[in-house]
């Protein structure tokens, strides 16, 4: 065999033997798992009959049996400080959940004490949840997450509403705390979480701070949170060096399939929505 003819062989040998490695590697790569592997968030457990913001345990039931599995909640404290979900204290939500005629007009709009809310049904057929309801269903769907939506920002509020979560998880079981994932609204709100439980998974939600993009992109390449926002921020650039800093990138709230596909192609990773099932997801043509 002549050199030239020696050269090409050991050429096509190696570059045989790269390939096989490449695809033998790419056999080996393990599907996501975990909160990685799930791409849809219902907002507020879920919209159910084209409501929204019910925050209810049939909107969680009524979403998971469509594949979903990761849902926001928002959860407020009552006036006798128990933990609750619901999105807010305003007379337009009492109108919106349907229950004008279950409370009082003195009661519209107003903080209410624990038996007030959990004796109130929302749109007369919806069961509403205590942060203890949530924990059994965690415990009663092994691979539902629940992501936190606790508005409040001052460190004392913070600290009461995650001690309370990590109480009733640790009452029912406490690995159910590996499946709560915090949001936060602002860096500091880490480290007041932190003291009370650290999270395996924490999410930073943008739509609170003034923090610029660099600002934001250093913070996920220190404490490696993952990055929800609003789709209007949502910009190519900015989605690409979040997830070369290591995050997952979710937007919110998006319901319409065609946005979800352009946002996809971006390189979002999820998508919180109040009509979208994983199942739905699935079936989207062009999705990343």
Same mark, same amino acid.
């Given at each position: 065999m002549d050199r *030239?003819?020696?050269?090409?062989?050991?050429?096509? %040998?190696?570059?045989?033997?790269?390939?096989?490695v490449i695809?033998?590697?790419?056999? *080996?790569?393990?599907?996501?798992?975990?909160?990685?592997?799930?791409?849809?968030?219902?907002?507020?457990?879920?919209?159910?009959?084209?409501?929204?913001?019910?925050?209810?345990?049939?909107a969680f039931i009524a979403n998971y049996e469509q594949g979903t599995r990761v849902f926001e909640t928002d959860l407020l404290l009552?006036?006798?400080?128990?933990?609750v979900a619901r999105h807010e204290w305003t007379t337009n939500m009492s109108k919106l959940l349907?229950?004008?005629? %279950?409370? /009082?007009?003195? +009661?519209?709009?107003t903080v209410l004490n624990y038996n007030e809310f959990m004796n109130s049904p929302v749109l007369d057929f919806y069961s509403p949840l205590d942060i203890e309801k949530i924990m059994k #269903?965690?415990?009663?769907? /092994?691979?539902a997450?629940?992501?936190?939506?606790? +508005?409040?920002?001052?460190?004392? #509020?913070?600290?009461?509403?995650?001690?309370?979560?990590?109480?009733?998880?640790? +009452?029912?079981? /406490? =690995?159910?705390?590996? &499946?709560?994932?915090?949001?936060?609204?602002? &860096?500091d709100m880490?480290?007041?979480?932190? +003291?009370?439980?650290?999270?395996?998974?924490?999410?930073?939600?943008?739509?609170q701070t003034q923090d610029s993009d660099d600002v934001v992109i250093n913070f996920v390449k220190q404490s490696g949170v993952d990055i929800t926002m609003p789709a209007a921020r949502a910009e190519k650039s900015f989605v690409r060096k979040l997830k070369k800093a290591g995050a997952r990138v979710y937007v919110h709230t998006?319901?319409?399939?065609?946005?979800? =596909?352009?946002?996809?192609?971006?390189?979002?990773?999820?998508?919180?929505?109040?009509?979208?099932s994983e199942d739905d997801l699935g079936l989207i043509k062009g999705l990343r």
């Open positions: *030239k003819k020696l050269i090409a062989s050991v050429i096509m %040998v190696v570059a045989i033997g790269l390939l096989l695809t033998l590697s790419d056999d *080996k790569k393990e599907p996501a798992a975990g909160l990685a592997a799930h791409r849809i968030v219902a907002h507020a457990m879920g919209g159910i009959n084209n409501h929204t913001y019910t925050n209810t345990l049939d009552t006036s006798d400080d128990q933990l349907g229950q004008e005629s %279950v409370l /009082p007009d003195a +009661k519209q709009g #269903l965690m415990a009663a769907y /092994p691979d997450y629940i992501v936190t939506d606790t +508005k409040e920002l001052k460190p004392e #509020l913070v600290t009461e509403q995650f001690r309370l979560i990590v109480e009733a998880a640790e +009452k029912i079981d /406490p =690995t159910l705390l590996q &499946r709560i994932v915090p949001q936060i609204y602002s &860096r880490l480290d007041v979480v932190n +003291k009370v439980y650290a999270f395996p998974e924490v999410i930073f939600t943008l739509y998006v319901n319409d399939e065609e946005e979800i =596909t352009e946002l996809s192609r971006m390189g979002v990773d999820g998508f919180y929505t109040d009509f979208v």
